[in-house]
């Protein structure tokens, strides 16, 4: 080809191209801004509908038709996603698509944008379509609902292209549940290639994966019981720690032991300690007379130590009634009421000793060795005397006497009944021991078991050397005992 026919052919090239830009920015031109609205047919009759690029309109008779203003960008880029906005005027009480943002059923809208070059895509993505309802405002006389709708722009050719995005119907719910069908208006959009900026562009590599992070519910709720039993495992750990090592009450004393046991204890320390034998008669009895008082005033409740005897006797009047013996009264022959004999301490008794042992510790006087065994002995004996165990001196009421019946005292019978015998009285061996709840035979029958013993002994110890005798010499001596016989000395002089 010659040169000047190469230039004109890239002339004409060039007049394709301008002409090419000019028809596409007339378009551009032509889609800027909201496209108005048809106008709208105030009584369009029922199946009646209006047919735009595929889209059929479809109002019920009687109902007013739905506003509808819809925008789309003029400029958009291959592969990516452009938004359709869709703002629908409405009446109160009806709703803009009523089955939600479901789209899987507009078959027939997909395949119209699928010729176009256009894909609707996923819901379940990130560029899913939104629709909400601006707040009822009681000036106005209707409800305005928005709709967005992306869509991703598929181009057929590389470059840039030209497309038309075709009518999308829009169907509004009546509250009476009729349905009503508006479509939206054509939109011309110029794509452009990504590349279409970069020079000598080559292909990239995908790009590389993100961490999925997954969300460990198990691990999760484990952790939380594990840390919340980690704190109640600690509050627990601590009380018991506390518990563990809090101070211990002291266990509770021992009873105190009585102050007879006590008293007895020391007095029988006191006899073995060994003062007799040294001669230390003055701390025996001092020991003594302690054991004594510190005894009473235990006993009766007060302090015996750091009390004199006639405080000691003074409170014995008062507290130690019925343990220890004051003055008896006589026995009223004409009241049924008598006094038995008292196993308690006589207060005469405890007085003298403790006199006794005032003189000893006060008056320094030395006591002989028998006067300190007498003491010690009536010290025992005052605390064997009061302890609680004896019964101290009390009123013994006698038992009235029980009425006779005079038949059983005459002793009258029947006459064929046999006499009761009387039962015969136990025979008791002089070697078996006293049997104390058997009663004391009488004087006289001691007096006469005396005597038949006496005879009986004497009896046999005057036969038995009457028998010797006879056997040895053949002479009967007289029955006299051999040993002489014994004589008391006079009062108050020797024999």
């Given at each position: 080809?010659?040169?000047?026919?190469?230039?004109?052919?890239?002339?004409?090239?060039?007049?394709?191209?301008?002409?090419?830009?000019?028809?596409?920015?007339?378009?551009?031109?032509?889609?800027?801004?909201?496209?108005?609205?048809?106008?709208?047919?105030?009584?369009?009759?029922?199946?009646?509908?209006?047919?735009?690029?595929?889209?059929?309109?479809?109002?019920?008779?009687?109902?007013?038709?739905?506003?509808?203003?819809?925008?789309?960008?003029?400029?958009?880029?291959?592969?990516?996603?452009?938004?359709?906005?869709?703002?629908?005027?409405?009446?109160?009480?009806?709703?803009?698509?009523?089955?939600?943002?479901?789209?899987?059923?507009?078959?027939?809208?997909?395949?119209?944008?699928?010729?176009?070059?256009?894909?609707?895509?996923?819901?379940?993505?990130?560029?899913?379509?939104?629709?909400?309802?601006?707040?009822?405002?009681?000036?106005?006389?209707?409800?305005t609902?928005?709709?967005?709708?992306?869509?991703?722009?598929?181009?057929?050719?590389?470059?840039?292209?030209?497309?038309?995005?075709?009518?999308?119907?829009?169907?509004?719910?009546?509250?009476?549940?009729?349905?009503?069908?508006?479509?939206?208006?054509?939109?011309?959009?110029?794509?452009?290639?990504?590349?279409?900026?970069?020079?000598?562009?080559?292909?990239?590599?995908?790009?590389?994966?993100?961490?999925?992070?997954?969300?460990?519910?198990?691990?999760?709720?484990?952790?939380?019981?594990?840390a919340?039993?980690?704190?109640?495992?600690?509050?627990?750990?601590?009380?018991?720690?506390?518990?563990?090592?809090?101070?211990?009450?002291?266990?509770?004393?021992?009873?105190?032991?009585?102050?007879?046991?006590v008293?007895?204890?020391?007095?029988?320390?006191?006899?073995?300690?060994?003062?007799l034998?040294?001669?230390?008669?003055?701390?025996?009895?001092?020991?003594?007379?302690?054991?004594?008082?510190?005894?009473?005033?235990?006993?009766?409740?007060?302090?015996?130590?750091?009390?004199?005897?006639?405080?000691?006797?003074a409170?014995?009047?008062?507290?130690?009634?019925?343990?220890?013996?004051?003055?008896?009264?006589?026995?009223?022959?004409?009241?049924r009421?008598?006094?038995?004999?008292?196993?308690?301490?006589?207060?005469?008794?405890?007085a003298?000793?403790?006199?006794?042992?005032?003189?000893?510790?006060?008056?320094?006087?030395?006591?002989?060795?028998?006067?300190?065994?007498?003491?010690?002995?009536?010290?025992?004996?005052?605390?064997?005397?009061?302890m609680?165990?004896?019964?101290?001196?009390?009123?013994?009421?006698?038992?009235?006497?029980?009425?006779?019946?005079?038949?059983?005292?005459?002793?009258?019978?029947?006459?064929?009944?046999?006499?009761?015998?009387?039962?015969?009285?136990?025979?008791?061996?002089?070697?078996?021991?006293?049997?104390?709840?058997?009663?004391?035979?009488?004087?006289?029958?001691?007096?006469?078991?005396?005597?038949?013993?006496?005879?009986?002994s004497?009896?046999?110890s005057?036969?038995?050397?009457?028998?010797?005798?006879?056997?040895?010499?053949?002479?009967?001596?007289?029955?006299?005992?051999?040993?002489?016989?014994?004589?008391?000395?006079?009062?108050?002089?020797?024999?």
């Open positions: 080809m010659s040169r000047p026919a190469r230039s004109l052919g890239f002339s004409l090239l060039g007049l394709l191209v301008t002409a090419s830009l000019l028809l596409g920015g007339a378009g551009a031109s032509r889609a800027q801004g909201p496209t108005p609205p048809p106008p709208a047919t105030p009584d369009a009759g029922a199946g009646a509908g209006e047919s735009t690029y595929g889209c059929v309109e479809s109002v019920p008779k009687g109902a007013q038709r739905p506003v509808v203003v819809d925008t789309f960008p003029q400029r958009g880029t291959s592969g990516w996603a452009a938004t359709l906005s869709i703002t629908v005027r409405h009446g109160k009480g009806e709703r803009v698509l009523p089955s939600g943002l479901d789209l899987s059923s507009a078959v027939e809208a997909k395949k119209v944008l699928k010729q176009a070059g256009f894909a609707i895509p996923d819901q379940d993505g990130g560029a899913g379509a939104q629709i909400w309802t601006e707040p009822d405002q009681g000036d106005k006389p209707g409800a609902t928005h709709l967005e709708l992306p869509v991703v722009l598929l181009p057929p050719n590389p470059g840039r292209n030209v497309m038309m995005l075709p009518p999308l119907p829009v169907a509004v719910a009546r509250a009476n549940g009729e349905i009503a069908t508006v479509c939206t208006h054509d939109h011309p959009i110029v794509v452009e290639d990504p590349i279409a900026n970069t020079p000598d562009a080559m292909p990239k590599e995908n790009p590389g994966g993100l961490p999925q992070r997954e969300e460990w519910t198990a691990l999760k709720k484990a952790l939380g019981w594990a919340l039993g980690l704190v109640v495992g600690a509050i627990l750990a601590v009380l018991l720690w506390r518990k563990l090592n809090q101070p211990k009450p002291a266990p509770p004393p021992p009873p105190p032991r009585p102050p007879w046991e008293a007895l204890e020391e007095l029988d320390e006191v006899r073995h300690a060994g003062l034998e040294n001669e230390r008669y003055g701390e025996y009895f001092d020991r003594t007379s302690d054991a004594l008082r510190r005894y009473l005033g235990a006993r009766f409740g007060f302090d015996g130590l750091e009390s004199t005897t006639d405080e000691i006797l409170a014995l009047k008062k507290q130690a009634g019925g343990f220890i013996r004051f003055d008896r009264p006589s026995p009223d022959a004409s009241s009421t008598s006094l038995a004999p008292a196993p308690g301490i006589s207060f005469d008794r405890v003298s000793f403790l006199r006794e042992c005032d003189l000893v510790k006060f008056a320094n006087l030395t006591p002989t060795q028998q006067q300190c065994a007498t003491s010690i002995a009536t010290g025992e004996a005052i605390v064997r005397g009061t609680p165990t004896s019964t101290g001196a009390r009123t013994v009421l006698e038992e009235p006497e029980p009425e006779v019946d005079p038949v059983a005292a005459a002793q009258l019978r029947a006459p064929f009944t046999q006499p009761e015998e009387a039962p015969r009285a136990r025979v008791r061996s002089p070697y078996e021991p006293p049997d104390p709840d058997e009663p004391a035979p009488a004087p006289e029958q001691r007096a006469s078991e005396t005597g038949d013993d006496a005879t009986s004497g009896t046999a005057a036969s038995e050397p009457d028998a010797k005798a006879g056997e040895g010499k053949g002479e009967r001596e007289p029955t006299t005992s051999s040993r002489p016989p014994r004589r008391e000395p006079p009062e108050g002089g020797e024999t």
